[in-house]
């Protein structure tokens, strides 16, 4: 299926509005779960799922060995699917037998005994992540993406119900990891409904072609996917080794607010971006002007809403979670800046996937790693705070290396990239002064304070975009008029 310039733009449009919906309902319920599980649980108890949680996302990150993506790449036939699923459920079933039988020794290494129940636990994650990967893929190859918006929404209730009814029943760590296993049960299930009468179910009907060009295309995906989640997540593995589950519990929280404000929008508007970069690879035109765009809208939001949430943690913290969690505003404005600098680099894997080219985003995750591990370890020794700060440096070198690397790609100059950050560093500059400036005055309490900055900084920044970039003002109106 082709698409003509506007009628993609339209379907992206749309499809970002449908995913974002998704997103802003399940991120609510997950926000207000988080709020509630904070007063109920200790720093160490939230400190240990967050560690489970952390191990279980490798295994489902290729839980599918890249073959979701894979779909959204290659012919559109059955044998493609089946063979697909089949590789998916395979190794969907490895990881969660594994996860069984690991769990001690995971537990055993980090010296925390109660983290084991609680993997094994999540391996029944894992498992409905690989079974719902495919009809998931599906949906968004083909751009169903209003289709899709009920799936993420109905596993953000389920998690949110049976967390909550299990933490006010005072089962502590184990309500969040049952909460989840059961989240991503109701996902895959949600998807499977969706897709429906072509749901590729047949897998005992595929072929050795199908299978290799699954798997080659897939596995270096996979390897690609695994290394950016082991570069997401790796400061919870080192502080969880090193500084305890009560230290990771402080980090965990203070890196919530971003991930999901800023991060998980980006992950978002990802799924939507890499099959409209499949579709328009062979006019490298569009696909320069396109990624110009994302970056350009990405790093707008992403900029002045961490540097907004930076400025708003001395509030935020307190307000939301309890005096309990003090220790994670300094981590959260360190963080919130990282979560910046990485928008800053947002998108380049969708174009590096698209080209058929996701070797690159191994080998810049490889140096990126080799990179960020010696860093969080040195940075160690200032605790929480220190991991953080290490994260915003290496955020920044990489966002500009990324960003280098896609313009080499698609054969952009780099004046013009540029030009596309523009817009948000000045933006985020404007946000900080306004942020700063108005918390100096006169206490008037935490929520009228955090009101009065949020306000002052919207209309300084629309300020901005009217006057001083007035033509991305007016596509931005433009595409929120779209229908």
């Known amino acids: 299926m082709t698409y003509a310039a506007g009628e993609l733009a339209r379907t992206g449009v749309r499809g970002a509005a449908w995913q974002g919906l998704a997103f802003a309902s399940g991120k609510l319920i997950v926000l207000a779960t988080t709020i509630v599980l904070a007063r109920l649980l200790s720093p160490q108890e939230y400190g240990l799922v967050a560690l489970a949680l952390v191990l279980m996302a490798y295994a489902e990150t290729i839980a599918d060995a890249g073959v979701a993506q894979a779909l959204v790449y290659l012919p559109r036939t059955g044998i493609i699917a089946r063979s697909a699923l089949l590789i998916s459920v395979l190794l969907g079933l490895a990881l969660a037998s594994a996860a069984v039988l690991a769990a001690p020794l995971i537990a055993g290494l980090f010296d925390l005994p109660d983290v084991a129940p609680l993997v094994q636990v999540l391996g029944l994650s894992v498992l409905a992540t690989s079974c719902g990967a495919v009809p998931e893929a599906l949906l968004r190859r083909d751009l169903l993406f209003k289709q899709l918006t009920a799936a993420p929404i109905i596993r953000a209730t389920t998690m949110g119900t049976v967390t909550l009814l299990l933490a006010f029943g005072g089962h502590g760590a184990w309500s969040l990891a049952v909460g989840t296993a059961a989240g991503s049960v109701a996902y895959a299930a949600t998807c499977w409904f969706l897709v429906r009468e072509r749901a590729p179910w047949q897998i005992w009907r595929v072929g050795k072609d199908a299978l290799r060009d699954n798997m080659k295309y897939g596995a270096p995906v996979a390897g690609s996917s695994l290394l950016a989640r082991l570069i997401f997540d790796v400061d919870y593995l080192i502080i969880g080794l090193l500084l305890g589950a009560q230290a990771l519990g402080f980090y965990t929280l203070a890196f919530r607010l971003p991930e999901t404000l800023i991060l998980n929008i980006f992950f978002v508007l990802s799924t939507v971006l890499f099959p409209l970069y499949a579709q328009v690879r062979s006019d490298p035109e569009r696909l320069r002007d396109g990624y110009l765009k994302s970056v350009q809208i990405q790093s707008l939001y992403g900029v002045t809403a961490g540097v907004g949430l930076a400025v708003l943690a001395p509030i935020l913290i307190p307000l939301l979670f309890g005096e309990k969690w003090a220790d994670a505003v300094l981590?959260?404005?360190?963080?919130?800046?990282?979560?910046?600098?990485?928008?800053?680099?947002?998108?380049?894997?969708?174009?590096?996937?698209?080209?058929?080219?996701?070797?690159?985003?191994?080998?810049?995750?490889?140096?990126?790693?080799?990179?960020?591990?010696?860093?969080?370890?040195?940075?160690?020794?200032?605790?929480?705070?220190?991991?953080?700060?290490?994260?915003?440096?290496?955020?920044?070198?990489?966002?500009?290396?990324?960003?280098?690397?896609?313009?080499?790609?698609?054969?952009?100059?780099?004046?013009?990239?540029?030009?596309?950050?523009?817009?948000?560093?000045?933006?985020?500059?404007?946000?900080?002064?306004?942020?700063?400036?108005?918390?100096?005055?006169?206490?008037?309490?935490?929520?009228?304070?955090?009101?009065?900055?949020?306000?002052?900084?919207?209309?300084?920044?629309?300020?901005?975009?009217?006057?001083?970039?007035?033509?991305?003002?007016?596509?931005?109106?433009?595409?929120a008029r779209r229908r």
Request: net charge positive; proline share 3%.
């Open 331 to 479: 981590p959260l404005v360190f963080l919130a800046l990282y979560a910046a600098a990485r928008s800053l680099g947002a998108g380049a894997n969708d174009v590096y996937k698209a080209l058929g080219r996701p070797g690159l985003s191994i080998g810049i995750s490889v140096v990126r790693l080799v990179i960020l591990v010696p860093a969080l370890l040195f940075a160690t020794q200032w605790g929480i705070i220190g991991v953080a700060c290490a994260q915003l440096v290496v955020a920044v070198l990489f966002a500009c290396g990324m960003q280098a690397v896609a313009a080499r790609v698609i054969r952009i100059r780099s004046r013009r990239l540029w030009r596309a950050v523009v817009p948000g560093l000045v933006c985020g500059a404007a946000v900080a002064v306004a942020g700063l400036g108005t918390l100096a005055l006169p206490q008037l309490g935490g929520v009228m304070t955090m009101g009065l900055v949020v306000v002052t900084a919207i209309a300084l920044v629309y300020g901005i975009l009217r006057l001083g970039f007035s033509s991305l003002h007016d596509e931005l109106l433009h595409f």
